[in-house]
T-cell receptor
Framework: GESVGLHLPTLSVQEGDNSIINCAYS??????FIWYKQESGKGPQFIID?????DKRQGQRVTVLLNKTVKHLSLQIAATQPGDSAVYFC????????????FGKGTRLSVIA | DTGVSQDPRHKITKRGQNVTFRCDPI?????LYWYRQTLGQGPEFLTY????????KSRLLSDRFSAERPKGSFSTLEIQRTEQGDSAMYLC???????????FGPGTRLTVL
């Protein structure tokens, strides 16, 4: 079935270091992927997205990489800050035309000051 | 604030009572989605609307759950005869149209005693 999963449930990084959060997806036909950040007690916050016709997209301090060959998605955060501490979810949109997002379980990022 | 808003933010109710949650999407967004999120999990899709039409409701968890978007603007999610297992965060998201980025509200946290 369609599913999105994450390699690591928790990640701890030192402030100022770069963070890499990984995600595997199972539906090779999915054509749109989004990374969300969720802080405790809040709704998911859009970070960055990428469509399947791209393999890299950059935002402010964040980069998403898409490897369709191995169905792998990653989020890179440069110069990680304490405010980056949160749970990060990747989500995919199956190419069904009706677009509920399929989320994984999330990775908790803890930034050590 | 022009983002997605939800009301109430928290709801505590006794088992067997009915509850209703409201979502106000971003004003120009045609699509409105409801998700449920339990602790440690990613959001789980429930239903969505294109304007006032409910296009997918087979994922609603039981016939105790219903949603409306009568004028194509705000939406309500009702849970009848609540059970303890209904305790969760209920999230609303909106997007301009299908295939576009979904932006989430802050959620309504339901606790059923």
């Amino acid at each position: 079935g369609e599913s999105v999963g994450l390699h690591l449930p928790t990640l701890s990084v030192q402030e100022g270091d770069n963070s890499i959060i990984n995600c595997a997806y199972s539906n090779s036909a999915s054509d749109y992927f989004i990374w969300y950040k969720q802080e405790s007690g809040k709704g998911p916050q859009f970070i960055i997205d990428i469509r399947s016709n791209m393999d890299k997209r950059q935002g402010q301090r964040v980069t998403v990489l898409l490897n369709k060959t191995v169905k792998h998605l990653s989020l890179q955060i440069a110069a990680t800050q304490p405010g980056d501490s949160a749970v990060y979810f990747c989500a995919e949109t199956p190419p069904s035309g009706n677009t509920p997002l399929v989320f994984g379980k999330g990775t908790r990022l803890s930034v050590i000051a | 604030d022009t983002g997605v808003s939800q009301d109430p933010r928290h709801k505590i109710t006794k088992r067997g009572q009915n509850v209703t949650f409201r979502c106000d999407p971003i004003s120009e967004h045609n699509r409105l989605y409801w998700y449920r999120q339990t602790l440690g999990q990613g959001p789980e899709f429930l239903t969505y609307f294109q304007n006032e039409a409910q296009l997918e409701k087979s994922r609603l968890l039981s016939d105790r759950f219903s949603a409306e978007r009568p004028k194509g603007s705000f939406s309500t999610l009702e849970i009848q005869r609540t059970e303890q297992g209904d305790s969760a965060m209920y999230l609303c998201a909106s997007s301009l149209s299908g295939g576009d980025t979904q932006y989430f509200g802050p959620g309504t946290r339901l606790t059923v005693l």
